[in-house]
């Protein structure tokens, strides 16, 4: 079984750019305001695509927005 956490700080750095709102960012992104929502509240995990797409507009490497803690148990 192979438990997997991919946490998010959307939210800091919408914040840290003038107070962006999600649907500021979901423009920004091609993606709606729901799916910034899902991703922000860990519901949803973005392709690998649009998770580029939202650091780029942050102007910050993949992993300044998005962190994988994954851990493996074998049965």
Do not use: C, W
């Not at 962006?20 to 423009?27: G, H, N, P, R, Y």
């Not at 920004?28 to 392709?47: D, F, H, M, W």
């Amino acid at each position: 079984m192979v438990a997997t956490s991919i946490s998010n700080s959307i939210r800091r750095h919408r914040f840290d750019h003038d107070e962006m709102t999600q649907q500021a960012l979901a423009e920004r992104v091609g993606v709606t305001r729901q799916t910034i929502n899902a991703i922000e509240l860990g519901k949803y995990s973005p392709s690998l695509e649009v998770a580029f797409r939202i650091a780029a507009v942050f102007g910050v490497p993949l992993d300044q927005v998005f962190e994988y803690q994954g851990s493996a148990q074998k049965k």
